[in-house]
Nanobody
Framework: QVQFVESGGGLVQAGGSLRLSCTTSGSLFSPNGIGWYRQAPGKQRELVAGIRSGGSTYYADSVKGRFTISREIAKRTVYLQVDSLKPEDTAVYYC????????WGQGTQVTVSS
């Protein structure tokens, strides 16, 4: 079964940046695509960015212009560059395919202080 391992989270001040990494045992060219999700306490998990096998990308309106999703094929890794972070971005960030048919990993915690 495909596994996803997230890393790169941490504690940053508002306005700071992080580069989150998602390494998968599967193919980055899966027709399902790969997405970054986040879940804050008391809220539903939401899709914030996705990248299809052909390279097209999607961003939620709340992060558009601040987050950038990219991939490095040789490392089987999808990145999420998060800039201009706001306290409202605080959440556990997960990656999965865009139909989330694989098990959820442990995620990586992003905490943004004001």
């Amino acid at each position: 079964q495909v596994q996803f391992v997230e890393s790169g989270g941490g504690l940053v001040q508002a306005g700071g940046s992080l580069r989150l990494s998602c390494t998968t045992s599967g193919s980055l060219f899966s027709p399902n695509g790969i997405g970054w999700y986040r879940q804050a306490p008391g809220k539903q998990r939401e899709l914030v960015a996705g990248i299809r096998s052909g390279g097209s990308t999607y961003y939620a309106d709340s992060v558009k212009g601040r987050f950038t999703i990219s991939r490095e094929i040789a490392k089987r890794t999808v990145y999420l560059q998060v800039d201009s972070l706001k306290p409202e971005d605080t959440a556990v960030y997960y990656c999965n395919d865009l139909r989330f048919t694989s098990p959820w990993g442990q995620g990586t915690q992003v905490t943004v202080s004001s």
